[in-house]
């Protein structure tokens, strides 16, 4: 949103410069994103100066040009060859002396250069109108009636205003500022200046010719109020007018369609004018039109009208105008346009950012009815933008003043307690202070006691709806760099948070992951349905677009794999061969009338563990580089506990394993199914990890415990168990930690056997236990007995073989 230094004057007296205002602005809650300043006459003349002309003499070698010597308050005169018919000895010109940039009417800037023109010297250029950017003649050269010395600049001689424009970077609860009244308004809280409205004025009513109004839809368009003035005039703007909508990249089009968008811009209520001699029937009625009918609009596009899109619509239910978005191409003004009606209305938020977004419109009026508009503003509006156009294009008011009002918006009524301020900011304002700032917010304050008072919220501010609005209110102007933060501050809060921050967990597991090799993707959420139709990893439960770009981004990507494996295969077809690639996403599912999105953290390993090297062999990537990532990933994230099981009937994995906690799956690892990967037309083997993102959250901590380093040297004994192939290493380790918490440090696996030397069906395993007493240095006894008690639950509950 842009709004001009200059007209921000017309609403508030300003001292302060515009860099000054960007801060204040910002501070209240309108961020200003750039500050540009812009020249009415481009280049603002700078270079430019009086000269006076002291000779004129023809050009020796062409008839239409003259050598002059021009005097421009320098100690030498300058000669410079001009081709203007009109130049003559005397006159006082402007002139751009060498090294000058001018800025012509139309083109490009250029710099004046010494040249030598058929065969003479000119050291300058004598100006015309269209070669400086002060009109449109090119007939001859600039004569000044002026008394100012030779070498005076030009731009002393002309009115040339410059202004500065604001970008803000408009939130979306902020509709109340989407206009220069709107920041003014902002502006007058901070300073606690006053604000001055732009006068109206009383109209007589020449002759009645009334357009009859009628609003079926109340809930869409709470509030409509029209007028018909005749006999008007349409053309240019004047130069005022089309300068103030030029500085914030506005082109003026006529003085009707200009006076709409001055209107809408000053005072924030979008305005339409129709062309009363279009409106059949001499009846306007707001209404919404049967599904599939067909409106052309004002860029001569068909469209496809949806049962909830309001129109206004003229006595015979013909369409003239998407209502609040979008103008049709036959009820708007044209240059032989005579009579109008004048429409200001409040639409709902609701109807118009619906309609909007199925239309794919965004235009000036929908950007501020979809944030809400004041429904108080709706006849002032009016009443100002008629004063205009009697002014500025003639004619007369032909009707009296429409509103359709039936039902007045009354301002929210907000109960509230002072220590709500305290408690939320973290520091105690005076009640006076309080009360002041929402005075000069427009917020009045009643039924004011020492502990509450009951807050009275315009219809403009809409978005006003509780205590915690009033605070943020409050605070903006209050100014939050007036906060001190020291030691003891703190504040409430309003809802419970995650004990893990998701944004900022995100970001230390991607540090720690690119710590530990691996690198970030980011794919695309939409992707190709014959992946799905082909492999059917989402189970068919997809999520089509209905306005494809395109017939390979055609779904929701339901499976994380598919745009994850597109990166591997990209990479694999440029010779990187050794991948470990980690994604944050989202996966996409749709059953019944359910729809579910389902955020993803995501690990690919494939190829070798490094590259080639003349130190060591190329180890390739296994289902062990793969499970021991995804539980370090489980300790970095504070979830130390949880059950592991192998993975079954798996549309993904040929092999793999499955982490849960409370029966919830958390993490599924393991190797991709070969078809999958040859699908990709892939050879190497893909591993592939999905962690369940919202459930890493929720189970998470980063609470961490911390004790001494130990004093007493850690003892190792070793085992080896002969077992049923189908008992786990889990089961062996969950039964050595419960029956030995204190003295069982850690645990670690050096061998596995299955052969030939043992009974069939059997695996050994070779166990290394590590044992540690924190108090004093371990006896034999203890060890002794400590092993004795693990072999026997081995026995007893694994049927185990033990070999010492």
Known sequence: MKISYNWLQDFIEISESPEELSEVLTQTGLEVEGLEKVEKVKGGLNGLVVGEVIECNQHPNADKLKITKVDTGGEDLLDIVCGAPNVAKGQKVVVAPVDTTIYPTNGEPFKIRKAKIRGEVSEGMICAEDEIGLGTAHEGVIVLDTDKPNGSPVADLFEIENDYVFEIGLTPNRGDAASHLGSARDLKAFYRRSITMPETGEFKIKEEHPVKVTVENTDACPRYTGVTIRDIKIGPSPEWLQWRLRSIGLEPISNIVDITNYTLHGLGQPLHAFDADEITGGEVIVKTLPSGSLFTTLDDVKRELHEEDLMICDGQSNGMCIAGVFGGIKSGVKETTKNIFLESACFS????????????????????????????????????????????????????????????????????????????????????????????????????????????????????????????????????????????????????????????????????????????????????????????????????????????????????????????????????????????????????????????????????????????????????????????????????????????????????????????????????????????????????????????????????????????????????????????????????????????????????????????????????????????????????????????????????????
């Not at 619906?354 to 503003?377: I, Y």
């Not at 939050?480 to 970001?507: H, M, R």
């Not at 034999?780 to 072999?791: E, F, G, W, Y």
């Open 349 to 804: 938020q609701d109807y118009i950012r619906a309609t909007a977004l199925r239309h794919g419109l965004n235009t000036d009026a929908s950007f501020r009815f979809e944030r809400g508009t004041d429904p108080e503003m709706t006849a002032y509006a009016l009443k100002f933008a008629t004063k205009l156009i009697l002014e500025l294009a003639g004619g007369y008011v032909a009707s009296e003043i429409i509103d359709v009002y039936p039902e007045k918006v009354e301002p929210a009524r907000i109960p509230t307690k002072f220590n709500t301020f305290d408690r939320l900011i973290g520091k105690k304002l005076p009640h006076k202070e309080i009360v002041e700032i929402l005075g000069e917010l427009d917020i009045q304050c009643e039924d004011i006691s020492k502990e509450n008072f009951t807050a009275i919220v315009p219809a403009y501010r809409s978005e006003v709806t509780r205590e915690a609005d009033l605070v943020e209110e409050v605070l903006r102007i209050h100014g939050i760099n007036n906060i001190d933060i020291d030691e003891s501050f703190s504040t409430g809060y309003l809802a419970e948070f995650q004990e893990v921050e998701p944004y900022k967990l995100q970001e230390e597991l991607s540090y720690y992951l690119a710590g530990k090799g691996f690198r970030e993707i980011l794919t695309n959420s939409i992707t190709n349905l014959k992946y799905e139709n082909d492999l059917s990893l989402g189970k068919g439960h997809i999520i089509e677009l209905l306005n494809k770009s395109s017939e390979d981004l055609g779904i929701l990507k339901p499976s994380p794999v598919y745009t994850g494996l597109e990166s591997v295969v990209y990479n694999l077809n440029r010779k990187k061969n050794n991948l470990r690639f980690f994604e944050f996403c989202q996966s996409y599912s749709h059953l019944g009338d359910e729809y579910t999105e389902t955020a993803k953290m995501c690990l690919y390993l494939t190829g070798n563990e490094s590259e080639e090297s003349w130190m060591t062999d190329p180890v390739s990537i296994s289902f062990q580089h793969l499970s021991g990532s995804c539980y370090d990933l489980l300790r970095k994230v504070g979830i130390p506990k949880y059950e592991i099981s192998e993975i079954k009937d798996s549309s993904h994995f040929e092999y793999g394993l499955e982490i849960k906690i409370n029966k919830m799956l958390i993490a599924s690892f393991g190797k991709l199914k070969t078809e999958i990967a040859s699908y990709f037309n892939m050879t190497q083997d893909v591993f592939y990890a999905e962690f369940e993102w919202d459930q890493i959250l929720d189970n998470g901590s980063r609470n961490f415990m911390f004790r001494d380093l130990p004093k007493y040297p850690e003892v190792r004994r070793d085992l080896s168990l002969v077992l049923d192939q189908n008992i786990s290493y889990k089961e062996i380790e969950e039964i050595s930690f419960n029956s030995e918490k204190k003295l069982l440090n850690r645990m670690n696996v050096f061998s596995i056997y299955e052969g030939d030397r043992i009974e069939a069906g059997k695996k050994a395993y070779a166990i290394a236990f590590y044992l540690q007493d924190r108090e004093r240095t371990m006896t034999d006894k203890q060890i002794d007995k400590v092993m004795r008690n693990l072999m026997g639950k081995f026995e007893t509950e694994l049927s185990a073989i033990i070999r010492k």
